[in-house]
């Protein structure tokens, strides 16, 4: 059953749930939706500090937890992705889900302002995101040291990172962890027919049309695209978790077969009644539940030098 909050909180937001006029295709008003969701992310906690900051030619966000100390030397280091459909967002706009989730690690994290589209199209993300990872590992971060991460689009980016580094040779990282992770961005999951009803953050006409401003033409079963078509082989551990009520949640369900079919250490928990990345409501139990979980498999796969 889920908490008396979370039922609070999904009736509230589903009468004030923002709607694509028209299926509009104008980046303003798409990116309006967006920074609507990341409104409701509450206060980032006090004790963590944000810095500007720049790996190789990436622009990004320090998020240091205990609001001080080396990022670079951090004994655990979370790369993260924030979401946003890959048409909005940024490292400021999920400071306080990150600063959460750093909290919980023990960590700090590094978040890249990768390129959005429709300024930057397809593969631009993905780009922003192996030159951050590869400039990590230049700088001597130990890759054993690092989780990859993301929420929502930003989670799908995180294991597209994954395929490009292992593909590259590089080192892989520790371990990858996706929050709501938007995975098959041809959006062939049941769930986005079935859960439309229930998805107090997300639409069908929002999510096509991001997909549209960021691939143009690409095919969206592109593996670096939609990293639900890709083999998961020689990846590392993994840990997912989505809402049952959210449109992708067949997405976090598919990044598991992968894993599974890989051979890949995973797990996936979808939580009953929850919302895309609910947990970032810093007022349901389950958010804290969630973020619980995710910090300790972070740890368990960072040990402490």
């Known amino acids: 059953m889920p908490s008396w909050q979370s039922e609070w909180f999904r009736r ?15 980046i303003a008003e798409l990116r309006r939706q967006y920074t609507y969701l990341t409104d409701r992310f509450g206060a980032a906690p006090g004790d963590v500090a944000f ?37 909005a967002g940024s490292p400021e706009t999920h400071r ?11 960590a700090h994290a590094f978040v890249p302002a990768y390129r ?27 890759a054993r040291s690092i989780v990859v991460a993301g929420d929502g689009s930003g989670g799908g980016l995180a294991f597209a990172v994954l395929l490009a580094a292992r593909n590259a040779g590089l080192a892989m990282p520790a371990a990858a962890v996706a929050m709501s992770p938007w995975a098959d961005l041809s959006l062939s999951g049941m769930s986005v027919l079935t859960n439309r009803g229930h998805d107090t953050a997300l639409n069908w006409e929002l999510l096509f049309l991001s997909a549209r401003h960021y691939l143009r033409k690409t095919n969206p079963c592109d593996p670096y695209a939609s990293p639900a078509y890709a083999s998961f082989r020689d990846f590392p551990p993994i840990m997912v978790h989505a809402g049952s009520f959210e449109m992708l949640k067949d997405d976090a369900s598919r990044l598991g077969d992968r894993a599974a079919d890989a051979g890949t250490q ?15 409501n810093p007022y349901v139990p389950e958010a804290r539940v969630s973020l619980a979980r995710l910090g300790q498999f972070i740890r368990q796969r960072t040990p402490r030098a």
């Open 266 to 280: 995973v797990s996936v928990e979808i939580y009953d009644h929850m919302q895309h990345v609910f947990q970032a």
């Open 96 to 106: 306080p889900l990150i600063a959460r989730l750093a909290q919980a690690a023990e």
């Open 51 to 87: 810095e500007a900051g720049q790996v190789g030619p990436i622009k990004g966000e320090w998020v240091k937890h205990g609001g001080g100390g080396s990022s670079e030397a951090a004994d655990r280091l979370i790369l993260y992705f924030h979401g946003g459909g890959y048409i």
């Open 12 to 26: 509230f937001a589903r009468l004030s749930k923002p709607n694509v006029a028209g299926a509009t295709s104008d």
């Open 116 to 142: 959005l589209a429709p300024e930057f199209a397809f593969p631009a993300a993905v780009r922003d995101g192996i030159d951050a990872y590869r400039h990590l590992l230049a700088r001597n971060v130990d």
